[in-house]
Structures are given as C-alpha cells and as structure tokens.
Nanobody, 122 residues
C-alpha cells in the first residue's frame, strides 16, 4: 500500500520559514513526479510546486516563485518544500502527491498524503 506522509508543518510568524518533508513508500520513487498542493480554509485546493522524476525539472505557482523551493532526495524517497518569507495567506493544509502522468497538476497525481497544517501568524 502506497503511503505519503507529510511532516514539518506548524505555527510560524510571518516572515519565517518552514521546511516540509514528504516520505513516500514507493518502490520506484525516482520514477514519480512529486508535487505539493495546499488548501486554505474555505478555499479550493491549489497547486504549489512540482518536480519531475526525470532531470528534476521544477514548476511553481506563479504567486509563489522566489519564496518556495521544491527538491527531492531519491535515495531517501523524500520530497521537500522549503518555504521562506511566509505570509498569513500561506496558511493552509499542505498535501504531498505523487504521479506518473504527463501533467504536474492534480490531474497527473495518483497518490496523496493526508496533509500537514501550516499556520502563519501576523
């Protein structure tokens, strides 16, 4: 059974940083595209960032470029999301996802974690 387990969420003041981790129980982790998505209270889930399995190319939501960085460690079956200069509007549940589809969006993801809550106080 595939499991994606997020960690690293918590409460942080505006301007602070957090690093989220997602450990995946995928035997062929290196062949999966990995993504981060988030859902704020009362809002729809939105794309945050993704990294392809091949060459590690990345994509980010336009509004987050320069503040968030996605990376992966295939030896540890883990994907990370470094979040800097956090703002109250970044408050959300952050989900990790894995997929083999062409799309790096939600429609290209096959497996999802349960999420980790990030709260940014003003």
């Amino acid at each position: 059974q595939v499991q994606l387990v997020e960690s690293g969420g918590g409460l942080v003041q505006a301007g602070g940083s957090l690093r989220l981790s997602c450990a995946a129980s995928l035997r062929t982790f290196s062949r999966y595209n990995m993504g981060w998505f988030r859902q704020a209270p009362g809002k729809e889930r939105e794309f945050v960032a993704a990294i392809r399995w091949s060459a590690g190319s990345t994509r980010y939501a336009d509004s987050l470029k320069g503040r968030f960085t996605i990376s992966r460690d295939n030896a540890k079956n883990t994907v990370y999301l470094q979040m800097n200069s956090l703002k109250p509007e970044d408050t959300a549940v952050y989900y990790c996802a894995a997929g083999v589809g062409l799309s790096l969006g939600a429609d290209g993801m096959d497996y999802w974690g349960k999420g980790t809550l990030v709260t940014v106080s003003s």
